[in-house]
């Protein structure tokens, strides 16, 4: 079937949705609806901005969708109204009910930012870094009512680099994602793939990231310190304690071999933009940082106003 003949409704809210969303339109294929949560109050003075994707689809024409919820009546009827051949979702946010489902020609599916079964759910982005993964990759799986336990299409591994944050590994998700669905769509839509069942004994679930989770532990080896800064630097920024105030810390630097004996939590090193902070084995040299009220600043502007001896997480 010629790809300007399939009809297809997508479904996605952040940027990895702009990404895919945009590759569909680029690739050919007719997106008669894009799908976004609604607009969202963002930052201190909680102005109401638009999701990624939904940016994407004005950008590129094409009508969108924002319900509160994809449960009513009205939100069923109106997907329904549209005649979709195809639902495509990639990081939409909400689980479609099963009749929203059965709507497409060609049923429904998913672009998921992991390996399935391990890490299905809402953040497995952050907890492949968290976990110190070396390689995550992108699923095409088959929707049903379940949160991401439908039938496996085809998945591609990617690389995660020591120093990957969320955001930089969620950009190679986004790319690995677009593209490895536009080379799935054609054959799925041909029966031409089989798919596979996820097997029940490899399946680890990830739950949305807590502000909790972001709270370091300094005792803990160097590396696992490093792996939770890069993972909750966006949102919430992991965070530990300074001469009684809260501090954040967006970056770091890995330095697992360190023989310097000092507590976890104490600057072994503050000069010339080096700010070293022992951890349980191994060190980190903190990159970025923002005091409690304060600016966000790199070290080399703000390592001189620490010393020696003094000690994070007391």
Same mark, same amino acid.
């Given at each position: ?76 009827? #109106? ?47 952050? #907890? ?38 969320? !955001? ?10 677009? !593209? ?32 909790? !989770? ?101």
């Amino acid at each position: 079937m010629p790809r300007n003949n399939v009809k297809v409704i997508f479904m996605g809210t952040p940027e990895l949705s702009a990404t895919v969303l945009k590759g569909l339109h680029d690739a050919g294929y007719e997106v008669i609806l894009s799908v976004s949560q609604p607009d969202k109050p963002v930052g201190r003075k909680h102005i109401l901005t638009a999701p990624p994707a939904k940016v994407q689809a004005q950008d590129l024409g094409i009508e969108v969708y924002q319900p509160d919820s994809l449960k009513t009546d009205e939100a069923y009827e #109106f997907i329904k109204s549209k005649e979709p051949d195809l639902i495509v979702t990639a990081a939409y946010g909400k689980i479609l009910p099963q009749r929203m489902l059965d709507i497409p020609n060609f049923g429904c599916i998913n672009v998921h930012a992991s390996l399935l079964p391990k890490y299905r759910g809402a953040a497995p982005v952050q #907890f492949s870094i968290i976990n110190g993964d070396d390689v995550t990759g992108v699923t095409i799986m088959k929707m049903d009512a379940g949160m991401d336990t439908g039938d496996i299409l085809t998945q591609v591994e990617v690389p995660i680099d020591i120093n990957d944050h969320t !955001d930089t590994l969620m950009a190679k998700l986004a790319d690995a994602g677009r !593209d490895l669905l536009l080379t799935t769509m054609d054959d799925y839509i041909e029966g031409k793939l089989t798919s596979i069942p996820q097997d029940p004994a490899l399946v680890t679930v990830t739950y949305p990231v807590k502000p909790e !989770d972001a709270v370091l532990d300094l005792t803990q080896d160097a590396r696992q310190v490093h792996d939770r800064i890069r993972a909750l630097s966006s949102w919430p920024g992991c965070s530990t304690v300074f001469n009684g105030k809260r501090i954040k810390i967006y970056d770091s630097k890995l330095e697992e071999d360190d023989s310097e004996e000092a507590q976890p939590g104490e600057i072994t090193k503050a000069s010339k933009g080096d700010l070293k902070v022992k951890c349980g084995k191994g060190s980190i040299y903190i990159l970025e940082l923002q005091s409690e009220g304060g600016k966000r600043l790199k070290a080399i502007d703000c390592a001189h106003n620490y010393k020696p001896g003094q000690r994070f997480g007391s």
